[in-house]
């Protein structure tokens, strides 16, 4: 591949750049074409990144400058790709209302006003990025005090997305054939235990030797995987695109939210609630590992999981009940009702009385 045919790439003098017009210049690693590069280029393309000077149309020491001097320093552009989006989304809703407000007179009471307007996930969520963002306001003389300082939220319970059954993946595997894209979709997902973000970016460049290699959005962390060999036949049996296996209809590769709404009309389209997510294959996925024997430890190096304590909540139910059946196998062909006539001491005392 040619630098010819990817779009926004300039180089000089042997360094290659994404340029974008009206966009700042994101470098880009390594050669043309190969796997670092191809990485660093879909990242970038799939980015809403800051328009250069966007900070300008923002009246000095308001909320809505301090958001878009944030979005240039080294703490936001230091998060990944996938994180920047989200965190960027939350701030630009912030500044939609008190963006015109001065900065250093904004109270804690305001904030803890707004936290109290929001469910609880979105609460967490926003007071997470409300922590980094006024820490580094904070941290740069722009107010003096963190109005995030000293709130507490508590952490709601759930079991987050839900896993999808067995029933439900052979509901979406009857409904889309083998050479299809939602079939493709699925394999990925289901074969992977990859994020939506991830599965999206994978192209045949990342597959060398029956080894897909994955360098995780929100972790940083480089995975190899093999491929299982349902995936690999069902990769091999549908046209993909060239950059990227998952395209949409005009050849281009998903960005931002557009797959996660293609998802929800293929799931809706097959007749599966609302329930069933892209992320939920991730989950899926995981339960088979565990289902199989698999330790926490392997299942973490697939996953990328930093720590075990989510695997070992699929490991934990997977092993609760393979350890039941086992019990219940044990004395399957065994009574354990008492031998007719036997009856205890203290019955029989009691037959005596009454006779």
């Not at 230091?78 to 007179?105: C, M, N």
């Not at 995936?231 to 060239?242: D, E, M, Q, R, S």
């Not at 031998?339 to 203290?346: A, F, I």
Request: charge should be positive.
């Amino acid at each position: 591949m040619t630098k010819l045919q990817l779009r926004y790439v300039q180089s000089f003098g042997g360094y290659h750049y994404f340029r974008r017009r009206g966009w700042p210049r994101i470098p880009l690693p390594g050669v043309v074409g190969s796997t670092e590069f191809m990485e660093a280029y879909q990242q970038a393309l799939a980015a809403t990144p800051v328009a250069i000077g966007v900070g300008k149309r923002s009246k000095p020491g308001s909320v809505s400058a301090a958001i878009a001097e944030f979005y240039l320093s080294q703490s936001f552009r230091a998060l990944s790709v996938g994180t920047q989006a989200k965190w960027r989304a939350i701030l630009e809703r912030f500044r939609e209302d008190p963006g015109h407000l001065p900065l250093a007179s904004l109270p804690k009471e305001f904030v803890i006003t707004l936290l109290d307007t929001m469910a609880p996930h979105a609460a967490l969520n926003w007071l997470k990025v409300f922590r980094r963002f006024f820490r580094w306001c904070s941290e740069r003389k722009l107010m003096r005090n963190d109005p995030t300082f000293g709130i507490k939220l508590k952490t709601p319970k759930s079991d987050g997305h839900h896993a999808w059954t067995e029933d439900e993946i052979a509901q979406f595997e009857t409904h889309y054939p083998i050479g299809s894209k939602p079939r493709l979709a699925l394999a990925l997902g289901l074969y992977t235990a990859q994020r939506c973000g991830d599965v999206v970016r994978i192209g045949r460049q990342h597959i060398r030797d029956g080894v897909l290699t994955v360098r995780q959005q929100k972790t940083g962390a480089t995975l190899a995987i093999p491929v299982h060999p349902d995936l690999a036949a069902i990769i091999a049996a549908t046209p993909v695109g060239h950059l990227t296996l998952l395209v949409t209809q005009t050849g281009k590769s998903y960005g931002g939210n557009d797959f996660t709404d293609q998802f929800r009309v293929w799931c809706d389209t097959a007749g599966l609630p609302a329930r069933c997510v892209f992320h939920g294959l991730r989950k899926a996925a995981l339960t088979r590992l565990a289902d199989a024997g698999c330790t926490a430890h392997e299942i973490a190096a697939i996953s990328g999981h930093k720590t075990l304590s989510e695997v070992q909540r699929y490991t934990g139910a997977a092993n609760q009940a393979r350890l039941a059946r086992a019990a219940m196998g044990r004395i399957a062909n065994e009574s354990v009702k008492p031998v007719p006539g036997e009856v205890s001491k203290s019955l029989s005392r009691l037959e005596k009385k009454l006779g």
